[in-house]
């Protein structure tokens, strides 16, 4: 993720502290307008799309342009890039094997891949982020000028495992949390091993095909976002230059997800309602614990700044930004895509707009 999406992230996650008041009064469409054209106005999206459920009503919004120096709008259901957003994909496919008896979340992951990672890391660990693995893309620089020389390089799971697995443990297995992409990458190589298939056409196979998200897809190392689309822009020697196009084996089952906020608002309908998973691990995936307090598996569990619960998972990678959360009742559901732009302004009065109105 990008040095300007990590700050566009980290204002959007304070959103959920504080003290606002809930109220039961339909979401305002207007003032959920105002939010992504403040985003637009001040720079930080070339263009910004929203889904919003609420209740029964379902509507889309969007703001800004689908490219600089031109008046084209955004595709009203354009595909971007969803990050960090594939971990829920993830998750579901390794929850799916444990119900199948094909694997044991509390197993040692080298039960699975022998010498892969410490051998006290489990399945569990890996999907809740309490592992201790080293974050990898630490290591890479993602921001536009720094991202430039690795751009269209062709990363193998192995590599990017071994960058961090070259590096001492954050902590001990189960004893903290941690955000790492390391542990979803290394789940990719758990899911080809398990399935004897590629990472895609797993995921394909047992979520998309079933879900029919026919505008959902994992490129694996394919530098374009096939359909239409909203361009990306950063700052590169000084100029503004279009990131849209990168090679996205970087991240791979961690976060290389192509898709709209139709699909994702399909997607997490049926994951929290209960579609995909069987009863048992539908009870792991939203369970936290007193060292993991606001992710379960593959997904957040976290408060808007009203109190009200709220799941779902954000995405950030280089050029893009994703919000997907859902009310535990699923009457309040937001999707939300940014491809970003060159300005400078601090986004979080948008973001607070956005979300007091949805959530609050």
Known sequence: MGTRLLATAAAFSLLFTGTAVADDTAVDRR???EGLDELAAIGV?????AHVTDGRTRFTARSGTAE?????PVPPNGRFRAGSITKSFTSTVVLQLAGEGRLDLDAPVVRYLPGLVDSRITVRHLLQM??????????????PQGFEPIR?????????VAIATAEPLDFEPGTKWNYSNTNYVVLGLLIEKITGRPYEKAVAQRVLKPL???????????????????????????????????????FWAAGDVITTTRDLNAFYA???????????????????TSVSTDYGLGVFVEKA???????GHPGGVPGFATYAYSTPDFQRRVELSISSGVGTGDPTNAYAKLINEIFC
């Open 31 to 33: 003032i959920v307008q």
């Open 45 to 49: 999206a070339q263009g910004t799309q």
């Open 68 to 72: 600089r120096n031109s008046p084209r």
């Open 130 to 143: 309490t592992g201790g693995l080293f974050n990898y893309t630490n290591a890479l620089s993602f921001d």
């Open 152 to 160: 269209f390089r062709r990363w193998q799971p192995e590599e990017l």
């Open 212 to 250: 029919r998200l026919d505008d959902t897809t994992f490129p694996g190392d394919d530098v374009e976002i096939r359909g239409p689309h909203a361009h990306s822009y950063g700052i590169v020697n000084g100029q503004p230059v279009d990131t849209t196009r990168w090679n996205p084996s970087v």
């Open 270 to 288: 049926a994951l929290l309602g209960g579609r995909l998973l069987e009863p048992a691990q539908q009870a792991e995936l939203t369970r936290t």
């Open 305 to 311: 700044p009203c109190g009200t619960t709220i799941i």
